[in-house]
């Protein structure tokens, strides 16, 4: 009864003209038809979509669709939505339909982000192609592995920790302690735990103990096949002068050969390779101390211009 998988993402843009450029020129994703004007679709697998970009009054990250291996498992963790006191709203067939699912449930976490719950994701039988030539993002044979993983920052950490596990069924991967103040003797560090689903991705979903941003959401990431693929996007980031966030690096706890851009939803994708697969039945919680075993340098914050 245990969340499957990161099944989608749901976006809001000023500018989806913008949008339609950084997904196609820069991430490689290709477009997919769309139900709606004001709504754009991107594939990156056999799924109709992984990313919904909807046309709004904000530049934000909306909330993830987190998918459920049956209907018993979907509608089990809708009564522990609500039993957990969580607002739980049951979608209508034509709203699970434009979702091309099965069925849908909206709720909310106690930090207050957003989130959906679904089952019976339709395929999509055409063959996916990269606009701009990635040879295959990383979601697993059947898409199993899900996008990739959403990061999400709340002060109230404990209780929003303990909901993913308790309600939604997620289990802890690693559970680090980040000093980003530089670690001195005044330097608490920063509470981290990254919480994977029921599949082999490291992790889906993150949360650290951070005030909530702006835009919504931390970052998200996405995984492709090939160093190959993850050097011709950081050419094509550089070439379209997308905002880079942070430089190349290597992660300690899952590995992730990845760099970070800056979406025009002003929050970051995390653009990877090489993440580390898991057993979730077997792995037991690792505590990780340094975030990166090489590079990741971040930006100056555009403040500081
Ligand atoms: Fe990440």
């Given at each position: 009864m245990k969340v499957k998988s990161l099944g989608y993402v749901v976006i809001e843009t000023r500018d989806l003209a913008s949008w339609s450029r950084f997904a196609t020129e820069t991430l490689g994703l290709m477009p997919a038809p769309s139900p709606h004007e004001d709504v754009l679709l991107f594939r990156?697998?056999?799924?109709?979509?992984?990313f919904w970009i909807q046309r709004g009054e904000r530049d934000a990250f909306v909330r993830p669709g987190w998918e459920f291996a049956t209907e018993e498992a979907f509608r089990a963790a809708v009564e522990r939505l609500g039993a957990a006191g969580r607002p739980v709203e049951l979608g209508t067939a034509a709203e699970a339909k434009a979702r091309q699912v099965a069925a849908i449930a909206r709720s909310s976490d106690p930090a207050g982000y957003e989130l959906e719950i679904y089952h019976g994701r339709f395929l999509d039988y055409a063959p996916f192609q990269s606009p701009s030539g990635v040879s295959r993002f990383v979601t697993g044979e059947a898409g199993e592995l899900g996008l990739g993983h959403v990061v999400l920052a709340a002060l109230n950490f404990d209780d929003v920790h303990a909901f993913y596990k308790d309600v939604l069924g997620f289990g802890d991967t690693d559970l680090g302690r980040f000093f980003?103040?530089?670690?001195?003797?005044?330097d608490p560090g920063v509470g981290f735990a990254f919480l994977h689903a029921q599949n082999a991705r490291h992790h889906s979903l993150a949360l650290g103990q951070l005030p909530p941003n702006e835009s919504r959401l931390v970052h998200m990431m996405v995984e492709v096949a090939s160093v190959d693929d993850v050097g011709r996007a950081l050419e094509r980031a550089q070439k379209n002068e997308v905002r880079i966030s942070s430089t190349l690096g290597r992660h300690v706890n899952d590995k992730m050969l990845s760099f970070y851009i800056r979406s025009p939803s002003g929050f970051d994708i995390e653009y990877g390779c090489h993440g580390l697969q898991i057993d979730p039945a077997t792995w037991v919680t690792t505590t990780s101390l340094p975030v990166s075993d090489w590079g990741h340098v971040w930006a100056r914050p555009e403040s500081e211009g």
């Open positions: 990156m697998d056999d799924r109709p979509f992984r980003l103040a530089g670690g001195g003797a005044d």
